[in-house]
T-cell receptor
Framework: GEDVEQSLFLSVREGDSSVINCTYT??????LYWYKQEPGAGLQLLTY?????DMKQDQRLTVLLNKKDKHLSLRIADTQTGDSAIYFC???????????FGSGTRLLVRP | DVKVTQSSRYLVKRTGEKVFLECVQD?????MFWYRQDPGLGLRLIYF???????EKGDIPEGYSVSREKKERFSLILESASTNQTSMYLC?????????????FGPGTRLTVL
């Protein structure tokens, strides 16, 4: 089956940039997503990128897509303590109409 | 705003009990999903439904069943709860099955089976 992989943990200082990385296997995925889960809450869609784009910027968030290497990253500029959460990368599997999630990266922002 | 609600935030049940987890969405979405979330494993799809009375198995359907009698409501049923079903359960809905569609998630139900 398809697989989405992420590192489990990232720690940064407040004000620094955070970069969360993700690799996926389904080269036919048309959309890739980043979801955020705050403690005790469900998942909230942060942003998504269409597979024919290589970059998307939305305020402090920058998504980079390297389709050749099947690598997706989420950069958070000027990281704040409120950004501490688990970040999930997900790809849309066109053949089954399912979202395939990574295991999530826990971001800890230190004051 | 889309709202997806789940009947309980926390639930404690005993081994062998029948457990119902309810999910309701208010945006007339066609698709609804049940996931479980476990540390280090991310979200795994249990079942999904693309229409009333329709259901499809996800990646880990064993030990679970679902019911979609009305469009807005999708229930996850544990016929005989076991301790390995202790987990966070997340419901989601989306307008249709297209890749352009966003899945909206409920707050989750943390189920503990003793």
């Amino acid at each position: 089956g398809e697989d989405v992989e992420q590192s489990l943990f990232l720690s940064v200082r407040e004000g620094d940039s955070s970069v969360i990385n993700c690799t996926y296997t389904d080269s036919s995925s048309t959309y890739l997503y980043w979801y955020k889960q705050e403690p005790g809450a469900g998942l909230q869609l942060l942003t998504y990128i269409f597979s024919n784009m290589d970059m998307k910027q939305d305020q402090r968030l920058t998504v980079l897509l390297n389709k050749k290497d099947k690598h997706l990253s989420l950069r958070i500029a000027d990281t704040q303590t409120g950004d501490s959460a688990i970040y999930f990368c997900a790809e849309f599997e066109d053949s089954s109409y399912k979202l395939i999630f990574g295991s999530g990266t826990r971001l800890l922002v230190r004051p | 705003d889309v709202k997806v609600t789940q009947s309980s935030r926390y639930l404690v049940k005993r081994t062998g009990e029948k457990v119902f987890l309810e999910c309701v969405q208010d945006m007339d979405h066609e698709n609804m999903f049940w996931y479980r979330q476990d540390p280090g494993l991310g979200l795994r799809l249990i079942y999904f439904s693309y229409d009333v009375k329709m259901k499809e198995k996800g990646d880990i359907p064993e030990g679970y069943s679902v019911s979609r009698e009305k469009k807005e409501r999708f229930s996850l049923i544990l016929e005989s709860a076991s301790t390995n079903q202790t987990s966070m359960y997340l419901c989601a809905s989306s307008r249709n099955g297209a890749s352009t569609d966003t899945q909206y998630f409920g707050p989750g139900t943390r189920l503990t089976v003793l």
